[in-house]
Nanobody, 119 residues
């Protein structure tokens, strides 16, 4: 079985920073793309940033220049460094990963971590 466990969310003032982490564990053969999504109250879940196994990245326009996604393949972990946070960044953040385990390739999701940007 495979699990994704997120950490690093919390309450921060506008202009502040947070770093989210998401570690994959279990019967993992390989991990392809990893990403971060977010869902604010009353809104659909949206892609924030994604990174391939080779390190190519893409970002939502709303976070470009403020957020940085990275990964440590040796630790099966993806990170999201969030700087210059705004109240509109408030949401539950979810990580996902495209993982080969056994004979199947499945997209797994973490449980979500709350990020609140407020003064």
């Amino acid at each position: 079985q495979v699990q994704l466990v997120e950490s690093g969310g919390g309450l921060v003032q506008p202009g502040g920073s947070l770093r989210l982490s998401c570690a994959a564990s279990g019967n993992i053969f390989s991990i392809y793309a990893m990403g971060w999504y977010r869902q604010a109250p009353g809104k659909q879940r949206e892609l924030v940033a994604a990174i391939t196994s080779g390190g190519s990245t893409n970002y939502a326009d709303s976070v470009k220049g403020r957020f940085t996604i990275s990964r440590d393949n040796a630790k099966n972990t993806v990170y999201l460094q969030m700087n210059s946070l705004k109240p509109e960044d408030t949401a539950v953040y979810y990580c996902n990963a495209d993982i080969v385990s056994g004979y199947s390739r499945v997209t797994y999701w973490g449980q979500g971590t709350q990020v609140t940007v407020s003064s």
